[in-house]
């Protein structure tokens, strides 16, 4: 089972950057994974934020943090990073790391907890 230690979040006005990283292990060898991000804000559905693949260079941003965020991955690709910029109120919710297949992430779907349950998520709060 894959593994998660998230960081970063906090509080910040609109206009300013947070950085959210994660450290990902356990990855098996049998699956193509991507990793990233999905949030969910209060009375809101999760929503599939940004995934990054693990074995070739692609990316998945939801359309409203495109050109706003950014997401990176250390050599390994075992740690996945969300630079997160110009950030809005609307960006306010709680931010989890999870991984899943590399074809339904980044067709934009959202993870399931199959290949490791999702951590306690990381606060990320804006304020006008």
Not at 109 to 128: C, E, I, R
């Amino acid at each position: 089972e894959v593994q998660f230690v998230e960081s970063g979040g906090g509080l910040v006005q609109a206009g300013g950057s947070l950085r959210l990283a994660c450290a990902a292990s356990g990855f098996a060898d049998d699956y193509v994974y991507a990793i990233g991000w999905f949030r969910q804000a209060p009375g809101k559905d999760r929503e599939g934020v940004s995934y990054i693949s693990r074995s070739v260079n692609k990316t998945f941003y939801r359309g409203s943090v495109k050109g706003r965020f950014t997401i990176s991955t250390d050599n390994a690709k075992d740690t996945v990073y969300l630079q997160m910029n110009d950030l809005k109120p609307e960006d306010t919710a709680v931010y989890y790391c999870a991984t899943d297949l590399e074809h339904i992430l980044l067709a934009g779907g959202l993870p399931s907890t199959y290949f490791g349950s999702w951590g306690q998520g990381t606060q990320v709060t804006v304020s006008s």
